[in-house]
């Protein structure tokens, strides 16, 4: 079946450091993917985005790799801050024969940063 | 821009009770969806709006849940009878059309009692 899922549940990474947090993917019709952050009490909060015809996407201090020969994702985030502190997501965007197209998310990652 | 509004934020009723929820898109957006998000889980789309029309509710358990976008711009999400399971986060999202970024509310925390 279709799933995305999330290699490591928590993430501690020390203030500074760069983070790394990874996703698998597993529909190879998927054509656009999603990174979203979302702190406690708070609906998730777009990061970046990905289309498939890209293996590299670059923001403020955030990158998406794209490796679509292993279906893989993976958000960097560089010189990590105390508000970087969240459950990160990625998502799938599938589309669908009808021409619509599903969003699929992942379970999250929970990003820890110390002091 | 403002973003999408959602109320209540909080909700806590006794099980077999009904609750309703309303979502205000940003606006302009045409796509509407409505998700359940349980504890330590990531969002579970529930149904999908384009305009007024229902695109997906293939998840949706249509014999307690039930949700409109009569003129295609606000929403409601509706439970009856509610179940103890129903305890979740329900998100609702807009995009500008469909497959586009979609953008999240705050949410609404239900728990059932």
């Known amino acids: 079946g279709e799933s995305v899922g999330l290699h490591l549940p928590t993430l501690s990474v020390q203030e500074g450091d760069n983070s790394i947090i990874n996703c698998a993917y597993s529909?190879?019709?998927?054509?656009?993917f999603i990174w979203y952050k979302q702190e406690s009490g708070k609906g998730p909060q777009f990061i970046i985005d990905?289309?498939?015809?890209?293996d590299k996407r670059q923001g403020q201090r955030v990158t998406v790799l794209l490796n679509k020969t292993v279906k893989h994702l993976s958000l960097q985030i560089a010189a990590t801050q105390p508000g970087d502190s969240a459950v990160y997501f990625c998502?799938?965007?599938?589309?669908?024969?009808?021409?619509?197209?599903?969003?699929?998310f992942g379970t999250g990652t929970r990003l820890k940063v110390l002091a | 821009e403002a973003g999408v509004a959602q109320s209540p934020r909080y909700k806590i009723i006794e099980k077999r009770q009904s609750v309703a929820f309303w979502c205000n898109p940003i606006s302009g957006h045409a796509t509407l969806y409505w998700y359940q998000q349980i504890l330590g889980q990531g969002p579970k789309l529930l149904i999908q709006f384009q305009n007024n029309g229902v695109v997906d509710d293939s998840q949706l358990p249509k014999d307690r849940f039930s949700a409109e976008r009569l003129k295609g711009v606000d929403s409601t999400l509706k439970i009856q009878p509610a179940k103890l399971e129903d305890s979740a986060v329900y998100l609702c999202?807009?995009?500008?059309?469909?497959?586009?970024?979609?953008?999240f509310g705050p949410g609404t925390r239900l728990t059932v009692l």
């Open positions: 990905i289309r498939s015809n890209m």
């Open positions: 529909n190879s019709a998927s054509d656009y």
């Open positions: 998502a799938e965007n599938i589309p669908r024969t009808s021409g619509t197209y599903k969003y699929i």
């Open positions: 999202a807009s995009s500008l059309e469909p497959g586009g970024t979609q953008y």
